[in-house]
């Protein structure tokens, strides 16, 4: 279906995970597109297109690359797919203040609706951040699709007595540091709906 769509270019999954930058001055910064994404920074974007150098290089033109984000451990966050165009954008590091190559890239609206909201379950090799193999692409299981998009469930902690979250939503809720302080610090009961027969379980966190 991919290539019937798409003749000629490449289908591509790249995992971008979290490094670290060192500024002039020796201070090492560390860097999360997790974060990134999820605070709106302008370097997100460039930083998920970048296309390495030399025999580093990652990117080529006629690639389509279905982008995802770790939001935890083994859980990655479909955040777009982007049609390269050329590989000519530059951008400068905020911390190392040093150029790098990124690949300008059309976003493509077909897939939105996904966006955000599809999460994988893949268990990324250290050594690699993307994918072009399809016996790799096709054994990638999407581990749940979000009733509303990452970026719309909220980052601020309810209330102890203001949560009611489905289980997939509350997955994406214990991702985020307010919402994980909160729950984690405490001793509580709480109560589990299920969702098709209506039946109500007690329980209690200690």
Not at 92 to 115: G, H, M, R, V
Request: proline residues 5%.
């Amino acid at each position: 279906a991919f290539n019937a769509r798409f003749p000629g270019y490449r289908r591509k999954l790249r995992f971008s995970k979290p490094w670290d930058d060192t500024a002039p001055d020796g201070t090492v910064v560390h860097r999360d597109p997790h974060e990134m994404y999820r605070t709106g920074d302008a370097e997100f974007l460039p930083s998920i297109l970048t296309v390495g150098d030399g025999a580093q290089r990652r990117v080529v033109e006629n690639d389509i690359t279905f982008q995802f984000i770790e939001i935890c451990p083994h859980k990655w966050l479909f955040v777009g797919a982007y049609k390269t165009i050329d590989l000519n954008g530059v951008g400068i590091n905020p911390y190392t203040k040093k150029s790098y190559p990124y690949a300008n890239a059309e976003y493509l609206k077909e897939f939105d609706c996904f966006a955000g909201r599809v999460v994988v379950d893949f268990t990324n090799s250290p050594q690699r951040f993307y994918y072009t193999s399809a016996d790799i692409i096709d054994r990638i299981v999407v581990s749940e699709v979000l009733s509303d998009t990452y970026l719309e469930l909220s980052d601020d902690f309810p209330g102890y007595d203001r949560v009611s979250r489905d289980y997939k939503a509350l997955s994406v809720c214990m991702t985020k540091p307010d919402w994980k302080n909160a729950l984690s610090g405490v001793y509580g009961v709480y109560v589990i709906t299920d969702g098709a027969t209506g039946r109500q379980y007690v329980g209690s966190a200690y």
